[in-house]
């Protein structure tokens, strides 16, 4: 069975302070994985796509990498602007070409000043 | 370029009635995505759409739930009857096409149930 599982469930972090979150997933042919960002309030927005083991992705202070069995989204720095909820979603391949995000739970950030 | 607009962004009905989502997507986005999502968790599929043919609905409790995108462009994804379970925010996302892996998500619709 297809299963996303996030780490931590929260994070509590000072400004500054760098950390990273987890992303491991179980999942028959991985088309890709992906990181959205979550405001309270409003939809996942999209932040990267990962598609092989090995790649990387950096966006101003957030770079995601990608392992055979999970993915991390390091933090560089942290503002406060950065608290957010962060989802990870793996996409597996199915006959006929349909695919389905599969999303984690997300990890909730708290950046302090 | 507009995002994806749902309506309404809020709604409160009592158990046992009925009640109605609609999404526009991001123009020239063939593929529409329903997601529900349950507080501190992630979203779950409903049901997508490649144009107006519905090609994933497995999670979907026909029982209750149904939506159709006529045309291909809107959609309308409908309960009846609500039950108290049902309380959570209905999402919706589009992509270019099924291919595209990189989805848009509107605001959500977020309901309540009492």
């Known amino acids: 069975e297809d299963q996303v599982t996030q780490s931590p469930e929260a994070l509590r972090l000072q400004e500054g302070e760098s950390s990273s979150l987890n992303c491991s997933y179980t999942v028959s042919g991985l088309r890709g994985l992906f990181w959205y960002r979550q405001d309270p309030g409003k939809g996942p927005e999209f932040l990267f796509t990962?598609?092989?083991a090995g790649e990387e992705k950096e966006k101003e202070r957030l770079k995601a990498t990608l392992t055979k069995k999970e993915s991390f989204l390091h933090i560089t720095a942290p503002k406060p602007e950065d608290s957010a909820t962060y989802l990870c979603a793996v996409q597996a391949q199915r006959s006929g070409g349909y695919n389905k995000l599969i999303f984690g739970a997300g990890t909730r950030l708290a950046v302090h000043p | 370029e507009a995002g994806v607009v749902q309506s309404p962004r809020y709604k409160i009905i009592e158990k046992k009635q009925p009640v109605a989502f609609w999404c526009n997507p991001i123009?020239?986005?063939?593929?529409l995505y329903w997601y529900r999502q349950n507080l501190g968790q992630g979203p779950e599929l409903l049901i997508r759409?490649?144009?107006?043919?519905?090609?994933?609905d497995s999670q979907l409790p026909k029982d209750r739930f149904s939506a159709e995108r006529l045309k291909g462009v809107d959609s309308t994804l409908k309960i009846q009857p609500a039950e108290l379970g049902d309380s959570a925010v209905y999402l919706c996302a589009s992509s270019l096409n099924r291919a595209n892996t990189e989805a848009f998500f509107g605001q959500g619709t977020r309901l309540t149930v009492v």
């Open positions: 123009s020239g986005h063939n593929t």
């Open positions: 759409y490649e144009n107006e043919e519905a090609v994933d």
């Open positions: 990962l598609y092989s």
